[in-house]
C-alpha cells in the first residue's frame, strides 16, 4: 500500500524543450543561410533554422539591410509556459509558430538596424500573443545604440568599431539619476554622490565613479531594496536581481516602502551606496582617489586543461588578469561575477565587415589564434581584445598571401 506522502514523493516531472525537437542540432541551419546570395533567400533559408532561437541582421551588397528572429517557437493555446501545468494533455504545444506570424524589418526609412536583446517585438504586432519571451535585456544597450546611430548619417568602419567597444553605460545614468536632489550627513557618502553626479557614464579602466557605480548598482542596490519591500526570505531569493527594475520601481516607487514613500527612498539609496563605499574600501582602501574600475573589473582566461598541469605550465597556459572597462549593460558587454568582479562573459570575438569590400574588414578573437601555448600566437591577441583594438580581417587571395607569416602544409602518408 502507498500513502499519499509516498505518492508525493514519487510525483514525476517532465520537460519539454525545442532543443529536442528533430532538426535543432546547435547552429546545423548555418549551412543553409550561408549559402543565400540575397535578402529572399536568406529570409527562406531562416524558415529552416531551428535553434537557438535568436535575432538576425542581414547586410548584402544591393544595399539591403533587414533584421529577423528565427527559431522553433511553441504555440502554446491556454497558457505561458512560465509555470508547470498538469500533463493531463490540457496544456500540450500546438505546434509552432510560423515565420511569417513572427515580425521581420526590411530596409526601414531610419537607414540601420539593429538588436542587443531588447524586448525588440514591435507595438501592436500579433506576435506579441505567441508569449515569445520574458525576460529581455535591459534596454539602456539598445538605446544607446540607437542614439549614436541617429546622429550619424554616414558610418565607418572606424565608426562601427568604436560603436562595439562603446563602455557607456546609460542603465548606470538611470540609476544615478535617481541621486538627483539626495544629500547625506556621511562625508564619504556626499563625495560619492557629487562625483556620481558629475560623472559622463563612460566606465573606462580608470574611472572613480565607475568603480562606484557598478558596485552600488549592481551589488547593493538591488538587495537593499528587495528587503524594503519584500520579506527577508524573497529577498534572499531575488538576491542581485535585475537592476533595470530596480531603479525602474525607485524612479517611481509605490506604497511597499512605507508611508512616507519618498524618506523611504532616500534611506534605501543612501544605506545602498553606504555598503557599496564599505565594500570598495575593504578592497581598494581608504583613498577613494586611488579607486579605479580596472582595479577591481579583470579578464584571466584559464583553460580546463590547465588543472591538469604542473604550475609552470598552468601560467603559461593562462592569460591574464587584465583590467577591463564596461559591464553588462555597455555595448562591450563585460557581465562580472559578483564575489570578485571578474569578467564571465563578453564579445570573446568580435567583426566589423565592409561588406563588399570585404578587405577592409576588422576583426580580433581573444586570446588568440594558436591552441599551442609555445606559439607566439597563442596569446598575441588578448591585449589587443581588452583594449579594445582590431587586426585586419582579410579576404581576397591576393591580401591572405601578401600578409601569409607562414603556411603549413598536411600531407596524407603515403603520398
Known amino acids: 500500500m502507498i500513502c499519499a506522502a509516498q505518492r508525493r514523493l514519487f510525483s514525476g516531472f517532465a520537460m519539454r524543450t525545442v532543443w529536442m525537437e528533430p532538426g535543432t542540432s546547435a547552429y546545423f541551419g548555418a549551412a543553409r543561410y550561408q549559402t543565400a546570395t540575397n535578402w529572399t533567400e ?62 521581420v524589418i526590411h530596409n526601414p526609412s531610419r537607414g540601420w538596424v539593429a538588436s542587443a536583446n531588447e524586448m525588440n517585438i514591435p507595438p501592436g504586432h500579433p506576435a506579441h500573443a505567441l508569449n515569445l519571451g520574458f525576460e529581455w535585456a535591459d534596454p539602456a ?13 554616414r558610418v565607418t568602419i572606424d565608426d562601427s568599431a568604436r560603436l562595439q567597444c562603446d563602455v557607456t553605460s546609460l542603465a548606470a545614468l538611470r540609476g544615478v539619476g535617481l541621486l538627483r536632489g539626495l544629500t547625506s550627513d556621511d562625508p564619504r557618502v556626499q563625495r560619492a554622490i557629487d562625483l556620481l553626479r ?51 520601481y525607485l524612479a517611481a516607487p509605490g506604497p511597499e516602502l512605507g508611508p512616507d514613500v519618498e524618506a523611504a527612498r532616500a534611506e534605501v539609496l543612501r544605506e545602498s551606496l553606504r555598503t557599496a563605499l564599505d565594500e570598495l574600501t575593504e578592497r ?23 588543472a591538469l598541469a604542473d604550475e609552470p605550465l598552468k601560467s603559461k597556459l593562462t592569460h591574464g588578469p ?13 557581465t562580472f561575477r559578483m564575489d570578485d568582479f571578474a569578467l564571465i562573459n563578453g564579445p570573446s570575438f568580435r567583426m566589423v565587415c565592409d561588406v563588399g569590400a570585404w578587405d577592409n574588414s576588422l576583426v580580433i578573437n581573444s586570446p588568440g589564434q594558436s ?24 579576404w581576397s587571395r591576393a591580401a591572405v598571401e601578401a600578409a601569409t607569416e607562414q603556411v603549413i602544409q598536411l600531407t596524407p602518408g603515403g603520398a
Open 42 to 103: 536568406f529570409k527562406d533559408a531562416l524558415a529552416h533554422w531551428r535553434a537557438a532561437p535568436m535575432n538576425f541582421v542581414y547586410a548584402d551588397t544591393h544595399g539591403d539591410i533587414a533584421w529577423i528572429p528565427a527559431g522553433l517557437m511553441p504555440r502554446r493555446r491556454n497558457w505561458d509556459g512560465l509555470m508547470g501545468a498538469p500533463g493531463d494533455g490540457r496544456y500540450e504545444w500546438d505546434g509552432f509558430a510560423s515565420q511569417d506570424e513572427l515580425p
Open 284 to 306: 581598494l582602501g581608504e583613498d577613494m582617489a586611488a579607486w579605479a574600475w580596472g582595479a577591481l573589473h579583470h579578464a584571466r582566461f584559464v583553460p580546463p586543461a590547465a
Open 198 to 248: 558629475a560623472w559622463d557614464g563612460v566606465e573606462t579602466t580608470d574611472s572613480l565613479a565607475a568603480a562606484i557605480a557598478e558596485v552600488w548598482l549592481s551589488k547593493h542596490l538591488v538587495p537593499t531594496t528587495a528587503r524594503r519591500i519584500t520579506t527577508e526570505a524573497a529577498a534572499k531569493v531575488i538576491a542581485y536581481g535585475s537592476p533595470y527594475a530596480v531603479t525602474t
Open 322 to 334: 587584465l583590467p577591463m572597462p564596461g559591464s553588462a549593460f555597455t555595448l562591450c558587454a563585460h
Open 141 to 153: 544597450r539598445a538605446r544607446h545604440i540607437a542614439e549614436t546611430l541617429d546622429a550619424n548619417g
Open 371 to 394: 591552441g599551442d601555448p609555445d606559439s607566439p600566437h597563442y596569446n598575441d591577441l588578448f591585449p589587443l581584445w581588452a583594449r579594445g583594438d582590431y587586426a585586419p580581417m582579410l
